[in-house]
């Protein structure tokens, strides 16, 4: 058998357990009950030590060194390269760390869920100082592999490439004109009269209406599910895709656009090539580009006003008892795209989203190098906060530092994704409108020519290119934060 | 450190991958989508391959040796015990097999949930040829291992020490007073008049009725879950039970005294000890003692007049809408006593239950003895139908020989601890009856006693003891059958 080959049944077995990791992990944040996160965050920890056995076997860089001389097309070169740098990224780490993260990970996660509503940064804290602690140690070891500082060998988790200085520009430059935008953006809605939802929407006829959105959106129902939890994510394998929401009975407004978020991440997974399956390269490039995917939904399409029109006889149908002047096109348009600062990342703007990434990116930055300590946090929220979108959140932990789930599992480095998806996703539409009369589609409720773009441009792409490469191919250019800019300034000022 | 303790950490990391083996399990059952099951099925391979491997270390039989000389407690005696009857039954299949094994049952199993439906044995036979041919092998590695016939080698996986030798005793005494009593009973039956349920019962309603039974009989829902699946069944772990039902909207009856039967499995998990949780002794003792505990709930408590005369506000609350007179005690008292020779297994009455666990037995011995084909079934559970019950079954696959699931995973050697399982619950009621007063307990809906001696003699026992000495412990004797004639005779001719 080819050196390659061998390699290649190694990775697919290691897929298998992480397809196990999935399903548990999913099972964690969606079905168990409180008293059984013990034993499973034993039986987690147990699997990603195992699995992190599996991916730094000793005969590995043995057959990594065969398979480079043999002769093998492009597509297995290309998979040499993901299961490589696979390889590479977890060789560094010794496994007592993984073990520990994982545990750390699940314990600190578990009890975020209920300290979280209680406010309690202190409970929370004695907690996070483990998880902070040893993704420090990761950071470390992984600059010093890599001959990087500590954050940018995080951020090369998460998306391959990309350094500090790099986000630095891109956030600089973002912060000479979005303040502006912002304000001229308030300014000009603030006569704009919208009627708010204000009556009960039930989760069961908002489960039903959100499962006809993902119809909509071709979600395969034969591979994934929708589901309730406390944090909305995209998990499961590309073969059995799992996306959950949450509903607020007072309010549809959220869970109807977050399931247009994850459908978009569900559709990435789900368009992913099966020849591909079990393969590092067959899995999506990035968490910038699979957050692009998510955002092209919700944002690009979702918010559009052509999309809009196609969700109004859809809610009609499920809220036939409310008042249905909310449900009126323009009124819904006005609410997706209402600017206003506030509390919650999850809850924020196309506008003043970048901000909340901005503050994150900063701090996370400043933790994994060292620069500040963990007890800081707060402080520098509320100060950040009050600097880019004028709120204060002191004492307001719930709403503050403690309301996303990354930090809780070590994921520092993460959140930058979200914008720069933001930013390929609005470079995506740019381009793909040059090929397909995209409202026109959305308006003839035609989605296919979007999806064939899509899947042709990036999910059937997985990670045979590199991120550069894949952006270059699909639109042209690499990354163009411009383009982002030119789209807030259409939607909301043109 | 001692080896006994180098043992017992082994076996605990076997038990976390045995921990995600029932999660991925439960949720192929009850959540996955069918196009999950390809990739599924091929991780549970793996994984079922991996705990193989874990059993079998080579440097476990050494270990067991050099235990064997320690000084150690009679607990750590009865584990290192346990370890080893567990390592003696792993080692003696080839990986090739328990593979082969995991990924025909997935399959098979998986295509029966429709196949069943469209009564289609053509199609189910193509799998379950492979599932047979496997456990067939299985059978005669155990029994030449073990020096038995094949079908008491599998026997041995389910009730440790039992024989066809003992089953074939007993079931012929059943043969010569069963039929009689039967008859007896239908005689005095008949003339009987009662309500049956003929309204809707919506999934809702007889779930939230469910949950209440559940509270009732003291489930612990910090450790455990109810959720719905095609076949009732009661998986995950001990320190989170999932239990499962199904509802028909046309009748309540079977999902009531389904969910009681469930969570007698489900407090027997639960009361395990924590103390040797992830060790083999910490485990329940085996199937026929698992089954004496859901029917001890299902049949010895459930179907009681006492026991009865509690569920009736309860249903009364839960369907408000509904025609009472369907609720009163004495008229829910004769249908959960009414005795009527059936199709079905899951829905018979408690004094046919044992023809269809004589048919089973009869066939699945003569099948893995290599003394019929898998082709004869259909033909063999006919003649058997109408020998024992009086009903034919020809042509009817989707209610004769495909209605069970326990086949189609190889779990050949289940049937019989259905009717063991009755036998001691029994035995247990009988002997709990001297030192409880039962009936009381129930009248005053104080069952907290009942829970408490069961506690004390079986849940807390774990497999501390064989079956043979906990029984004796429990109730003076070994298994006694007569006691089981005598418990129906009192209920049904008294």
Redesign the interface.
Same mark, same amino acid.
């Given at each position: 058998m080819k050196h390659y080959n061998k390699l290649s049944e190694h990775y697919k *077995?290691i897929a #298998? +357990?992480e $397809?196990?990791a999935s399903?548990?992990g999913? !099972?964690q944040a969606v /079905? /168990?009950?409180?008293?059984?996160n @013990?034993?499973?965050a034993?039986?987690m920890a @147990?699997?990603s030590v195992?699995i992190h056995q599996l991916s730094t076997s000793e005969h590995l860089g043995e057959l990594f060194a065969d398979a480079q001389s043999e002769n093998i097309s492009a597509i297995e070169s290309a998979s040499l390269r993901e299961m490589k740098a696979s390889w590479q990224k977890a060789t560094v780490l010794p496994a007592r760390l993984v073990e520990a993260q994982s545990l750390a990970g699940s314990k600190c996660g578990h009890a975020w869920r209920t300290q979280r509503g209680e406010n309690d940064w202190q409970g929370f804290s004695k907690n996070f100082a483990e998880v902070v602690l040893l993704s420090q140690e990761e950071a470390s070891i992984r600059a010093d592999a890599a001959n990087k500082t500590p954050y940018d060998a995080m951020l090369d988790l998460y998306e391959p490439g990309t350094t500090s200085e790099q986000l630095d520009s891109i956030f600089g430059n973002l912060k000479t004109w979005l303040p502006d935008l912002t304000q001229k953006v308030q300014l000009r809605q603030s006569g704009q009269q919208f009627i708010k939802p204000t009556e009960n929407y039930s989760t069961k006829q908002q489960n039903a209406l959100g499962l006809d959105i993902m119809k909509l959106l071709e979600f395969? +129902? #034969? $591979?994934?599910?929708l589901d309730i939890s406390a944090h909305p994510f995209c998990g499961?394998?590309s073969? !059995?895709v799992r996306i959950t929401t949450r509903y607020d009975e007072t309010d549809f407004i959220q869970s109807m656009m977050g399931i247009v978020h994850e459908t978009g991440h569900a559709r990435y997974e789900q368009g992913l090539p099966k020849s591909l *399956?079990g393969l590092p390269v067959g899995e999506a490039r990035s968490m910038g580009i699979h957050e692009s995917q998510s955002l092209f939904f919700e944002m690009q399409l979702g918010r559009s006003k052509e999309f809009i029109d196609q969700l109004v006889p859809l809610v009609l149908k499920h809220f036939p008892d409310n008042n249905p002047a909310v449900f009126e096109a323009d009124n819904l348009q006005k609410i997706y795209t209402r600017v206003n600062p506030g509390l919650i990342r999850v809850d924020a703007d196309e506008v003043t989203y970048p901000a909340h990434i901005m503050l994150r990116y900063e701090i996370e930055r400043d933790l994994m190098n060292g620069n500040i300590n963990y007890t800081d946090i707060p402080e520098l929220w509320d100060l950040k906060m009050q600097q880019y979108l004028g709120i204060s959140t002191a004492g307001n932990y719930k709403n503050g530092c403690m309301q996303d789930i990354h930090w809780t599992d070590g994921a520092f480095g993460y959140f930058p994704s979200y914008t720069l998806g933001a930013m390929y996703a609005a470079q995506f539409m740019t381009a793909m409108k040059k090929q397909v009369d995209v409202n026109t589609c959305l308006s003839e409720q035609n989605l296919k020519p979007i999806f064939n773009w899509l899947n042709k441009n990036i999910w059937s792409k997985a990670s045979l290119l590199t991120t550069d490469q894949l952006v270059k191919q699909a639109t042209g250019e690499t990354l163009n934060p411009a383009l982002y800019g030119k789209h807030l300034q259409q939607r909301y000022l043109s």
């Open positions: *077995k #298998n +357990f $397809h196990l399903v548990a999913w !099972d /079905m /168990m009950p409180a008293g059984g @013990e034993s499973r034993k039986a @147990e699997l195992h395969d +129902f #034969n $591979h994934g599910r499961g394998t073969q !059995d *399956k």
